[in-house]
Each structure stands twice: as C-alpha cells, then as structure tokens.
C-alpha cells in the first residue's frame, strides 16, 4: 500500500478562510482562465506543465511546476488538456492514486468516441476519484465573470465525497453546479456544449414553416390576386398588413402545441390503463420543448401587438379614413352607428388585452428566476390553469374579430380560383 503523504491529503472541503490548494495539469486559456478565477476566489494554484517555468500569461500569484512536482502538492487536479494527450498521465498512475481528478475536456463532434473522456480517463488513472465538470462554461466567461447563460455547471461522477468537493469549488467560484449522477452521464455532458440551441431546434423550425406558409398564401390572396385580376396594386400590404396576420395566426397555432401534446398523453395513459409507461419518442421530445413553444409564441404575440398599435398612423389607413369622411360629405350621406359592432369591437379588443396580459404572464413565470421563487402548486397553478384561459381568450379574440367572415366566398377567392382552373383542364 502506498503511504506517499502526497497520495493520503484530505479530501474535505476547508472550511477555513483559507482554501485548499488545486493543481491544473494544462496553461492553455482554459487552464489559464480557470487559475485566475481561482486565486480570486481565495484558492493557491499550482500548474503542471512540461516546461515548469513561468510565463507572462500565467497569474502572477500562481506556481508552475512539473506535472509530477505539481501533482504532489495538490489533492484536487484540474485536467485541461484535450483527450489526445492523456497517456502522459499513465507514468503519473502512482501519484494520481486517491486524487480528485476533474476532466474539463471537449469533443470537436457530437459523440466522437464511444467513450467519454471522463469514462476514459478513469479507465486510464483507475486509482482516481474522476469528475466531470466545468466543460459547460468558456474562457472568456470565466475570465469577465459569469452571465445567466453561462452560470450554470454540470458535474458528475461516481464517488460522491469527490463530486461534493467540486461541486463546492463551483458555488466558490460563484457558479451553480448542477449534479447529472454517475459518470454514465459525462458522454451527454461532453455533448452538450456541442449542440446548438437543441431544445429551440423544433419551435423555431415549426415557426419558420408556418410563417412562411401563411406569408406565401397571404401575398397571394390580398396582393398578387388583387394585381392580376383587378388590376390593383396592394405590394405595399408585405411591409405591415401581412406580418400582422401572419403574427397572430403563428402565435395562437404555438399556443395551442404548448397544451396539445398534454391532452394526448393524458389520452395515451387513459387508453393504457397506467401513467408509468413511456410516451412515444416524438410526443416526448414535443413534450420536452413546450416552454420554447410557448416564448416564440409570445414573440410573435408581441410583434402582433406592436404591428397594431402603429396601424392609426400608416398612411393607407388615414387615407382610407379622410376619403370615407369626404365621401359622406359629398353625397350628404352619414353612416348610423350600430350598436352590435360597437360591441363586437370592444369585445375583441379587451379579449386581446386580457390574453396578451396573461400571455406575458406566463412567460414572465417561466423565467427560472421567478419560477424558483414559486412553489410546484403555485407554478402549475399559473402554466396550466392560467395557461388554457389564456388559449381560450386568445381564440376567442381572433374569432369575435373574424365574426362571419368565414361564411364570405371573397376570403377564399385564391381557393375559388384554383378550383375553377382545375374544373376548366377538365
């Protein structure tokens, strides 16, 4: 049995003023970055390198030894090196044994090697207490202090007195470390600095395709129907006209894919008889993604509701405004008011107000700052019940806005069209 005093440091946390001494095998920006926010956080640094002399770009306060006089001063080592070049750990074996080894490596592709690199260096340095950590934030955050973005730290790892103990020098750090488990979980750590905006992919892709269905139908039936057989130029209609339809129509459509796939998998556990079974993959990823649903259905809210409020001063409505009151004044004609649309539009417009209001509600509780300050009840409270009477009230606004239109053969004159071109090939 080894009883080198190196290989037998206690690995507690300090609860001293003073904080204990960590080793970093690496001086790359990383390493570098990682020292620096170290010994500002009251811990001594130690670098291992392969030339043990200091350098302008390393902090002044820290050591540079080799990695084997490095290694032995420190319990705790930082690996910032890339995966390539862990075999010169292997004579180190003796040294490392005991240790708390935390691997902050990356991967250039997503699942690159069947094998973590965590999973790997602790087949490698089988006498080490490995931890994967830190490979979820950047140099420069680390380096310029860490935004919302950026704060958060993954940590895993199979003993849990090791994890515990970074996981402490992250909060030191003024970080947040997130425990995902067993080292099993490092291969989906190490993936997900890879992945770019995974959980926003499908709202964002389901937005573009909506938007531009609703755009292309929308520019043919108010602008190129219009041109080519009543010889009236409405081009201008792409600017406002159109995006405020189609910013609605979006927005309500997300609304309702945020609710949708709970209906289905309360349906799917009545027809199975259990709520313990798995859901199918893709209503599970849709499941998965409803909070994104729901904030890109209020950025198209949102843009509806700015679209609306510049509509009194586009110069297509105050013209259409002054030539009906010059039209009345001519023909000494005066419009009666009716009482039923003046109901019609204020219902719709305070139904709108009501729904966006809740709309941003919703979004505003979904931030995790507020969401951690609510209790479960009080959350689910706010994103189910609120949520369906916001649906509810949104829908009723946009068809107490329609009314009867739909009942009108003009809003369907691009379908009108293509089904009499059809009926005349035959």
């Given at each position: 049995m080894n009883t080198n005093p190196s290989n037998i440091m206690a690995l507690t946390s300090n609860t001293s003023n003073k904080k204990e001494t960590v080793c970093i095998f690496g001086t790359g920006d990383f390493g570098r970055a990682l020292g620096y926010r170290m010994i500002q956080s009251g811990y001594s640094v130690v670098f291992g390198s392969r030339q043990a002399q200091t350098s302008s770009l390393i902090p002044k306060d820290a050591e540079v030894l080799?990695?084997?006089e490095a290694a032995q001063k420190a319990a705790i080592i930082i690996i910032a090196i890339p995966r390539q070049h862990y075999n010169f750990l292997t004579p180190l074996a003796e040294i490392l044994h005991g240790k708390v080894l935390v691997d902050v490596s990356n991967n250039l592709k997503l699942n690159q090697y069947s094998q973590s690199n965590a999973e790997y260096l602790a087949q490698l340095i089988p006498g080490a207490k490995v931890v994967k950590a830190f490979n979820t934030v950047s140099a420069w955050a680390l380096q310029s202090g860490p935004l919302d973005a950026s704060r958060q730290v993954f940590v895993c790892g199979d003993d849990k007195k090791a994890k515990q103990i970074v996981m402490d020098i992250v909060r030191a750090l003024g970080l947040t470390p997130l425990d995902q488990g067993s080292l099993l979980a490092a291969q989906e750590i190490e993936n997900y600095p890879l992945q770019l905006f995974p959980m926003w992919k499908f709202p964002i892709f389901l937005s573009l395709g909506?938007?531009?269905?609703f755009f292309f139908y929308s520019l043919t039936r108010d602008v190129i129907y219009p041109y080519v057989y009543e010889n009236k130029d409405f081009s201008f209609f792409i600017a406002i006209s159109i995006p405020n339809r189609i910013c609605p129509i979006v927005a309500l459509i997300l609304l309702a894919l945020v609710y949708l796939p709970g209906v289905l998998a309360a349906i799917i556990q009545l027809y199975r008889g259990t709520k313990y079974s798995r859901f199918p993959d893709g209503l599970d990823k849709w499941m998965l993604c409803r909070k994104q649903l729901g904030l890109v259905a209020l950025a198209f809210a949102f843009l509806h509701v700015l679209y609306t409020l510049i509509i009194p001063i586009r110069y297509y409505v105050r013209w259409r405004m002054n030539s009906g009151v010059l039209s009345q004044a001519l023909n000494n004609r005066t419009d009666p008011f009716i009482n039923t649309y003046g109901w019609l539009n204020d219902s719709y417009l305070a139904l709108g107000i009501l729904g966006f209001?809740?709309?941003v509600l919703l979004g505003i509780t979904s931030l995790p700052s507020v969401s951690n300050s609510v209790n479960w009840r009080e959350f689910r409270f706010v994103q189910s019940k609120l949520g369906y009477l916001t649906l509810i009230l949104c829908t009723a606004h946009t068809l107490v806005y329609g009314g009867k239109?739909?009942?009108?053969?003009s809003s369907y004159r691009c379908l009108s069209?293509?089904?009499?071109?059809?009926?005349?090939?035959?």
């Open positions: 080799s990695h084997a909506l938007t531009a269905f209001f809740l709309f239109q739909f009942l009108n053969v069209v293509i089904l009499l071109l059809m009926a005349r090939e035959r």
